[in-house]
């Protein structure tokens, strides 16, 4: 299983649990707006700690409220990109990316092969663009440039929150064929929050609702 999620998460005066398990490659979670989905995602990155349960990903135990464990994000090896995407503003596009390199530090086991800011750069045809500050971005380049900093965390997997939402239907589908891309050439588990039904049916290889 790539993820196994079990858990109970608490947001203001509202409870919310949620329970899947999901296989290789592309899961799509979706459900109505405010169900939990970024939170769910928040939780797996290490961001929110759930009131209980459990958080498992390939295999290795993140969470695990009744065991009294629950891994640093930065241990976690997760590469997230945000729904808003939380790019540095005063930092260059090259430095945004380095800044994902830098927070990766040693091999941790299990991770991915470590990328190189060429090959990441060259992936996603954002090699151009390097010298560019993020608010001179069109919103696809942006979204690239966020895919590319998490690719170079070497991340165990990656979290989605939306990422094709704020893009137009050409850019959509160059988005759509390298998030492809990326499950196929690196192996990476995904968890992806998408609302858009065709983003869905395109992308996912399981899609899990709550
Ligand atoms: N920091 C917070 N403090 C208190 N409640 C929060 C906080 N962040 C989110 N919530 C609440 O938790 C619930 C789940 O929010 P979350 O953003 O995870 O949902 P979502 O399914 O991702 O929604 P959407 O599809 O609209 O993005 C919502 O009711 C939201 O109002």
Known sequence: MSFEVDIVLERGTREIAVRFAAGA????????SGQGK???????????????????????????AAAGVNLAPEAR????????????PHLNVRDNL?????????????????????EVAGFLDIAPLLARRPRTLSGGEAQRVAIGRALLRSPRFLL??????????????AVIEQIAAIR?????????????????ARLADQVVEI
């Open 25 to 32: 490659g592309i899961t799509a979670l979706v459900g109505p």
């Open 38 to 64: 970024t939170s769910t995602l928040d939780a797996v990155a290490g961001l929110l700690r759930p009131r209980a349960g459990r958080i498992v990903v390939g295999g290795v135990t993140l969470f695990d």
């Open 77 to 88: 090896c997760a590469g997230y990109v945000f729904q808003d995407l939380r790019l540095f």
């Open 98 to 118: 380095l800044f994902g390199a830098r927070l990766a530090g040693e091999e941790a086991p299990g991770a991915a092969r470590r990328l190189s800011l060429e």
């Open 160 to 173: 989605m929150d939306e990422p094709l939402t704020a893009l137009d239907p050409a850019r959509r589908d």
């Open 184 to 200: 196929d050439r690196f192996g990476l588990p995904v968890l992806m929050v998408s609302h858009q039904q065709a983003d869905v």
